[in-house]
Nanobody, 126 residues
């Protein structure tokens, strides 16, 4: 059983930056991803990083502004968010996948992840 704990959320003005962290209680061998749920919307994919930490994939809405990374020694995944927009306002969740395999299309789906954190709120004001 893996427990995930997100941190780093908060309130910022548009154009600002935040860095989210997601610490795992145990080693996570598979990909780790970030998703978000905006008010009144379904949870959506944001970014994913494979177990090596080298291969990443982003939603078009955040590409060029967000950077996902992981530190396997610390069992932690990060999401650096720059140039934040009001539409980035959401609860951000990290997920951990057990399997080492899966295409990027698979990894962009919630069902690919076995473990989830409780979420951290990000609020961007205009």
């Amino acid at each position: 059983q893996v427990q995930l704990v997100e941190s780093g959320g908060g309130a910022v003005q548009a154009g600002g930056s935040l860095r989210l962290s997601c610490a795992a209680s145990g080693r996570t061998n598979g990909a780790m991803g970030w998703f978000r749920r905006a008010p009144g919307k379904e949870r959506e994919f944001v970014a994913v990083v494979r177990s090596s930490g080298v291969t990443t994939y982003y939603a078009d809405s955040v590409k060029g502004r967000f950077t996902i990374s992981r530190d396997n020694a610390k069992n932690t995944v990060y999401l650096r968010m720059n140039s934040l927009k009001p539409e980035d306002t959401a609860v951000y969740y990290c997920g951990a996948r057990v399997s080492l395999f899966g295409s990027m299309e698979v990894l962009a789906r919630e069902a690919a992840y076995s473990y989830w954190g409780q979420g951290t709120q990000v609020t961007v004001s205009s």
